[in-house]
């Protein structure tokens, strides 16, 4: 694993931005795993600035999200859901039946995590260029 250390938040959300997007220009139906919280949100609006001032394309891709709050259904405004949404997937053009994002609802969890495990699996050539990115850029330099 590549670590990048940049001085500050901005230039880490924009030295990770250039890593997907290199992938998508490399692999424009690349599998993206996604992290959520306040971390890669700076990488989220970069990546929504390149998509709408440099065309950046995200038709091809499809992504996964990790995790989900139990018992939020998604138009909570604490979900997984709909944060994701708001911040990054409706200002993007990523088809909507590729996004993929736990459920916090299900009437049976483990069930649902098998499956939506499998689902991933079968994914196994899935860049998880913005979980390793935002993990790996996220120290500042002295």
């Not at 030295?15 to 290199?22: F, G, H, K, L, P």
Request: hydrophobic letters at 35%; one cysteine or more; proline letters at 6%.
């Amino acid at each position: 694993m590549e670590v990048i250390i940049q001085r500050n938040y901005e230039q880490m959300s924009k030295s990770a931005a250039q890593v997907v997007v290199e992938v998508l220009n490399t692999k424009p139906n690349a599998v993206l795993g996604m992290a959520t919280g306040s971390t890669p949100l700076g990488l989220y609006q970069e990546l929504v600035r390149l998509h709408k001032e440099e065309q950046l394309d995200f038709s091809r891709v499809t992504t996964f999200n990790l995790d989900e709050y139990v018992g939020l259904p998604v138009n909570h405004p604490q979900s997984y859901h709909y944060f994701m949404h708001e911040h990054f997937f409706q200002h993007v053009n990523i088809p909507r039946h590729n996004i993929n994002i736990p459920s916090g609802t299900t009437g049976n969890y483990p069930a649902f995590c098998q499956w939506y495990e499998k689902v991933v699996s079968t994914c196994r050539s899935w860049a998880s260029a913005l979980m390793a990115t935002s993990h790996s850029t996220s120290r500042a330099a002295p």
